[in-house]
């Protein structure tokens, strides 16, 4: 069985467990707490297994593989069925720029050692850290709604009626956002996509309250 | 033929120029100034091509590609010869993470709107600001080396002695430390990489150096 060092809060690490449960592939959960103990994946037993001092891991049999996109294009290589990745070339760029957007564009801004930079070295309020954060959050969301208004592609999920590793991005980045108080109102479509995505079992628990280590 | 937006400086367009010369797909360049007029980029006309008003943006017949990550998995599913992929899943979750790492944890802390926002909206001074951008550089490259080292995968590039996606994403960056006069001292197997990689026509002429709106 495949193991996934995890923290229920990490949206990185969420993406990964929808995929899991997507695919429908068992794992083993291990919780890295990523405040505790000034941060466990700082730990000399977890770098060992991650020098980035990141999670997600999955660890499969001897292989330890890191970078939730890098993850979930193997798990769609590995356990293709049902897949995370329309056929059509044009299909899969548009699929892969959405999951881009929000790994590349969004998410990296708003990561905990950037908001601690933030605090800790060039000495920001809080009010000014929470505002960083809606910043980014809701520009890049906005920009997001566009491309897909713009791309005219979407249905129940973001490309049209199955779901992609698109929505598996999108989803915890609008938790995120939700948790965060981001203005959520100009993206009508993501919502949409997001509602949708939260009727089916793989993202309901895959939700960080749903984990073991969910406080 | 294939017609590339692209800003001569952009790291994330300099990842695409390689992956059009390494697989031998002519393109035209367009050149978007990220600076002059405001910014080139928040044009109505190219706003129109990427919502996201980001560079690069790939036009191939009436498709807008976007995002360098799924534009490389484009060309490499459209273009496969030469190969910028390896064919072993193991391997291949290894080069994509580390395109990732540099393209979702070094490379967005240090977009020109990210800078921006520190001085502008933050009020930090240009030395804070130079002292922000090293520290990304050199820790995210510090991680990457220790990965590196510890998956002992590298030869003349980041996977033995052949090309691949990850050379792509590690080459761009190690232009833009060197310009900011990041250290580079603690990294000695991805400068070997980079040293490799510009023996070749395909990086070398993808350089910014070498593109028509070079400055």
């Known amino acids: 069985m495949v193991k996934l060092y995890s923290y229920f809060r990490s949206s990185a690490a969420y993406r990964v467990r929808i995929a899991l449960n997507y695919k429908g592939v068992p794992y083993e959960y291990a919780a890295i707490h990523l405040l505790k103990d000034g941060g ?127 929505d598996v991005f999108v989803v915890p980045q609008i938790f995120n956002a939700q948790r965060m108080d981001c203005s959520l109102d100009e993206v009508p479509t993501l919502m949409r996509i997001f509602s949708h995505c939260m009727e089916l079992p793989a993202f309901i628990s895959a939700q960080p309250s749903s984990q073991p280590d969910a406080e």
Chains 1, 2 share one sequence.
Not at 43 to 49: H, P, T, V, Y
Not at 68 to 81: F, G
Not at 89 to 97: G, N, Q
Not at 140 to 154: F, H, K, M, P, Q
Request: charged fraction near 25%.
């Open 40 to 166: 466990q994946q700082f730990s000399e037993a977890f770098r060992a297994l991650n020098a980035d001092a990141l999670v997600p891991v999955l660890e499969d049999e001897a292989h330890l593989l890191t970078q939730s996109l890098a993850i979930v294009e193997y798990l769609e290589e590995t356990a293709p069925d049902p897949p995370l990745m329309p056929r059509d070339v044009i299909e899969r760029a548009y699929v892969r720029s959405i999951a881009s957007a929000i790994a590349c564009d969004i998410h990296p801004l708003n990561n905990l050692r950037v908001l601690r930079y933030l605090v800790r070295t060039l000495g920001v309020s809080d009010e000014q850290k929470n505002a960083w954060y809606r910043h980014w959050v809701e520009q890049g969301l906005a920009a997001l709604e566009a491309r897909l208004v713009a791309e005219d592609r979407s249905g129940r999920f973001a490309l049209g009626d199955a779901v992609t590793m698109a």
